[in-house]
């Protein structure tokens, strides 16, 4: 058993000093232009998705989310905001949104399929934001949780807007 625990802590510290090694000589690639390996965006995919739904499911979204009122405030904050990395109904790629990698969401396209957009999660990533991703988290901005739920309230709303409408 001794030998067993000595094997797996020598298994563990060659792992580490192998992983600081490669830290320490630059051989990660960490430029915005260069994607991640397919195992590796798939990884981060599946750890943020999971992070999300763990963090969620206590959310109580407002019963007056579809008012609009509170769609026109969220509206008003998406446009000062958010449009130049998640764009507008019809809007062209943004340059800023084109540079960054993960590339962010076109939270202005119509769904596939008739469903709605989970308000607890937009809530959730509107708050905190998304490490890495440029995604900010609005609430250390000073954004209080109204705004963000008035924002919240309008991204339910967009993707059913026309270019002239959302104008």
């Known amino acids: 058993m001794c030998r067993f625990i000595w094997g797996a802590l020598a298994t563990i510290g060659l792992g ?6 490669v830290v320490v000589a630059g051989v990660v690639d960490v430029g915005a232009d260069t994607p991640h390996s397919s195992f590796t965006y798939q ?25 609009p009122e ?18 507008s109904p019809e809007a062209p790629d943004s340059e800023i949104g084109k540079g960054l990698y993960p590339t962010p969401p076109n939270l202005s396209e119509k769904p596939a399929a008739p469903s ?4 607890a999660r937009d809530f959730w990533i ?18 209080e949780d109204e705004a963000i739920w008035d924002l919240t309230a309008f991204l339910q709303k ?8 959302y104008e």
């Not at 943020?48 to 763990?54: G, L, M, V, W, Y």
């Not at 509170?70 to 764009?87: F, Q, S």
């Not at 967009?158 to 409408?165: E, F, G």
């Open 158 to 165: 967009m993707p059913l807007l026309s270019a002239t409408a």
């Open 116 to 119: 709605s957009r989970d308000a």
């Open 16 to 21: 580490a000093a192998t992983a600081g090694i």
């Open 43 to 67: 990884a981060l995919t599946f750890a943020r998705e999971r992070a999300i739904a763990s963090r969620t499911g206590e959310i109580q979204t407002p019963a007056d989310l579809a008012d």
């Open 126 to 143: 509107i708050k905190h934001g998304i490490k890495a991703s440029g995604m900010p988290a609005w609430s250390k901005g000073g954004m």
């Open 70 to 87: 509170r769609v026109r405030r969220g509206a008003g904050n998406y446009a000062a905001m958010c449009v130049n990395c998640h764009l």
